[in-house]
């Protein structure tokens, strides 16, 4: 079994703040590309960062300059550093994890925290 577990989502005012977190554990052998994907009710699921094991990142358009993702692969855990905040960046954000356990690679998910941002 793996787990990912998510931290550090909250409420914040516009301009702010927030760092979020999230560690995988279990039967893993390795964890290739890690990322965080945000949801906001009645939308699909979109991807926001994610980052390879080697540590290359990737970021969609309307958080560069302001979003983070960093990793630390000793404690297979994903950060998400979200300076800047406006209220559209308000959602349910999901960590994400390409997971090896054995020969098997597959992708797990975390169960959400939410991110609310006020004006």
């Known amino acids: 079994q793996v787990q990912l577990v998510e931290s550090g989502g909250g409420l914040v005012q516009a301009g702010g703040s927030l760092r979020l977190s999230c560690a995988a554990s279990?039967?893993?052998?390795?964890?290739?590309?890690m990322g965080w994907y945000r949801q906001v009710p009645g939308l699909q699921r979109e991807l926001v960062a994610s980052?390879?094991?080697?540590?290359?990142?990737t970021y969609v358009d309307f958080v560069k300059g302001r979003f983070t993702i960093s990793r630390d692969n000793a404690k297979n855990t994903v950060y998400l550093q979200m300076n800047s905040l406006k209220p559209e960046d308000t959602a349910v954000y999901f960590c994400?994890?390409?997971?090896?356990?054995?020969?098997?690679?597959?992708?797990?998910w975390g169960q959400g925290t939410q991110v609310t941002v006020s004006s």
């Open positions: 279990g039967s893993i052998s390795s964890i290739n590309a």
């Open positions: 994400t994890a390409d997971v090896r356990v054995n020969l098997a690679v597959r992708p797990y």
């Open positions: 980052v390879t094991y080697g540590g290359t990142t």
